[in-house]
């Protein structure tokens, strides 16, 4: 690889909110990160503020290509609602009706 090529990976961010690279990417997939989920665990990938909407179909097709499968074969994450708050005199009202039973 060219001096050049190699710049171009390490300058190159996939996943902006967490600067990833696709050197990083590359790397991890070499290390032994053979699926999305493992590459999300070490890299962080799409656990920024944009909850991968930019660079999960990227990291994808990364995957995909150096793994010689298609991006179909890959797949996306699969999306949890988010967390909602709850209020802690919930469950102190739960606590006292399980002392009153």
């Known amino acids: 690889m060219e001096k050049d090529e190699v710049e171009k990976r390490k300058l190159t961010i996939v ?3 967490e600067e990833v690279t696709l050197e990083d ?3 991890a ?3 032994g990160c053979t699926s999305l989920e493992m ?23 990364i995957l995909a290509r150096k793994l010689g499968k298609h991006p179909d074969e890959i797949g996306y994450p699969k999306f949890r609602a988010p967390l909602v708050p709850l209020p802690i005199k ?12």
């Open 15 to 17: 996943c902006r909110c």
């Open 39 to 61: 590459l999300r665990k070490k890299l962080r990938i799409g656990m920024g503020p944009c909850q991968g909407r930019t660079c999960i179909p990227i990291v994808v097709r």
């Open 90 to 101: 919930l469950f102190e009202k739960a606590k006292e009706e399980e002392h009153e039973s």
């Open 25 to 27: 990417i590359e790397k």
């Open 29 to 31: 997939i070499e290390d």
